[in-house]
Nanobody
């Protein structure tokens, strides 16, 4: 099973930047994709950005042009660079991974514990 440990986040002023990291560890055959989701108070968890092992990325429209997801396959780590942050970006950000335990192709998913990002003056 994959364990995900997130770091980064905290408080930042509007227009500022922050970087999140998520490192995957444990016993697995491969990780096919990793991503970031967020959940604001009173709202459902939403996808922010994902990246496949091949480097393909996807973003929610609200962060396009401001956030960049990147990955280091050798370190099983994914990053989320967040620029031009807005108060509406305030949320708990969760790391997610899709992984397989063997070559059979069964895909599992796991979540990190979440890290708070607060954008305010």
């Amino acid at each position: 099973q994959v364990q995900l440990v997130e770091s980064g986040g905290g408080s930042v002023q509007p227009g500022g930047s922050s970087r999140l990291s998520c490192a995957a560890s444990g016993s697995f055959f491969s990780i096919s994709a990793m991503g970031w989701y967020r959940q604001a108070p009173g709202k459902q968890r939403e996808l922010v950005a994902t990246i496949t092992s091949g480097g393909s990325t996807r973003y929610v429209d609200s962060v396009k042009g401001r956030f960049t997801i990147s990955g280091d396959n050798a370190k099983n780590t994914v990053y989320l660079q967040m620029n031009s942050l807005k108060p509406e970006d305030t949320a708990v950000y969760y790391c997610n991974a899709l992984y397989s335990l063997s070559k059979s192709g069964l895909v599992f998913t796991n979540w990190g514990q979440g890290t708070q990002v607060t954008v305010s003056t």
